[in-house]
């Protein structure tokens, strides 16, 4: 049998003393990829090796998506995507009856995936998120929803939304460690869009309010990890 000596672990607290600096700086330093640690719930920690490394200049092993997305889970001549105006749809309430939202302007796309065929609903809308008003995206497969995207801060201007990337037991994805599906994504905190109170910190999907594909793939991920595809 061969012995192991596990490395002691650090708190950001701890790190933080040792290094000098605010702790809410040695955070940002996970959260950006460049201090490589883990987390348990929501809280960081990290290997005094993996400290070692940080001050020897040694790059975290941390995958982060690119900038600039190039995906090809669905080709774009498989698409076909039909707008279907505006709609409303009444979502049911825990203990009876529904609350109705209306989509001001909405989507079909018919894909192919797997050899088998595939009608999703796209719908914009505007909802109270996070603090303010804003424009809202959620995709339907059926008559099932499986996801949302929320308008940035600076939506007006720069057209961003962000969808929270759920893993395959429905927890948020909460570290830097992308799953291979969405390597070709733009993926950052949801916070660093969407700003506000209750504001999650998860990752997500960043997506411009034009970019219907990318929306579309997000779902597509989400609804065969939920294995509805």
């Known amino acids: 049998m061969t012995d192991y000596t596990l490395p002691r672990i650090l708190t950001p607290k701890e790190i933080a003393e040792y290094m000098k600096v605010n702790e809410t700086t040695i955070i940002r330093e996970f959260e950006l990829g460049n201090l490589h640690g883990f987390e348990i719930g929501n809280e960081w920690r990290c290997s005094d090796e993996d400290i070692l490394n940080y001050m020897r200049g040694v790059k975290s092993k941390i ?3 690119q900038p600039s997305p190039v995906n090809k889970l669905v080709p774009e001549s498989t698409l076909n995507i039909v707008e279907t105006g505006s709609f409303d749809f009444n979502w049911p309430k825990k203990g009876g009856g529904v609350n109705l939202e209306r989509y001001d302007k909405g989507y079909e796309v018919t894909t192919i995936i797997n050899g088998h065929e595939y009608t999703f609903k796209i719908g914009f809308g505007n909802r109270e998120s996070s603090g303010q008003e804003r424009r809202r995206i959620t995709i ?15 939506y007006e201007n720069d057209g961003l939304l962000a969808g929270i990337i759920r893993l395959k037991n429905g927890k948020q994805l909460t570290t830097q460690r992308i799953p291979e599906e969405y390597k070709g994504f733009r993926v950052e905190r949801y916070s660093s869009v969407v700003q506000g109170p209750r504001a999650s910190t998860g990752m997500a999907v960043i997506v411009h309010k034009d970019d219907i594909k990318s929306m579309l793939e997000h779902a597509i991920i989400r609804a065969t990890w939920k294995e509805l595809i």
């Not at 008559?143 to 308008?151: K, L, Q």
């Open 63 to 65: 995958e982060t998506s």
């Open 140 to 154: 339907w497969l059926g008559n099932r929803a499986i996801v949302e995207f929320a308008g940035s801060n600076d």
